[in-house]
């Protein structure tokens, strides 16, 4: 009886999309999560993350114009967010990094976005009360 089943390609890609990419997006976000530290310092904060590419960073405290706080509907419900650091070369803005969804884009010129963090609102006021003494 099955023989007479034809499946449409359609069918099979379709559900080889709606599978493969979320396990690839969730594969290579782990990934990255894995690399991913960031070291808090008195006077500085250092980044690094990457798996296919490892990108570092270090932003002074003082330096820092914009302290962000960002958390979407995801990040609400697991109780995370962003708290973005922007110097006066990258300001704000309302760009948005197509592929940060995937673990890629934590830096932008001369900012950082600490990401999926737990307690965001006691860090933000944390890095915020940090900045602010030092400017």
């Known amino acids: 009886?099955?023989?007479?089943?034809?499946?449409?390609?359609?069918i099979v890609c379709g559900g080889l999309a709606f599978v493969g990419i979320p396990l690839i997006t969730y594969t290579i976000k782990s990934l990255n999560y894995r690399r991913t530290e960031y070291k808090?310092?008195?006077d500085r904060l250092e980044f690094e993350e990457g798996f296919f590419t490892i990108n570092k960073k270090s932003i002074k405290f003082k330096d820092v114009r914009e302290v962000t706080l960002r958390?979407?509907?995801?990040?609400?419900?697991?109780?995370?967010g962003t708290v973005y650091l922007a110097t006066l070369a990258t300001g704000s803005s309302s760009y948005s990094n197509p592929f940060a969804a995937i673990g890629f884009g934590n830096i932008s010129a001369s900012g950082i976005s600490v990401r999926d963090i737990t307690n965001p609102e006691e860090t933000y006021q944390?890095?915020?009360?940090?900045v602010d003494s030092r400017n």
């Open 71 to 80: 958390r979407g509907i995801l990040q609400r419900m697991y109780g995370l």
């Open 1 to 10: 009886m099955l023989e007479n089943i034809s499946v449409s390609p359609f």
């Open 40 to 42: 808090f310092y008195d």
């Open 126 to 130: 944390k890095i915020k009360a940090i």
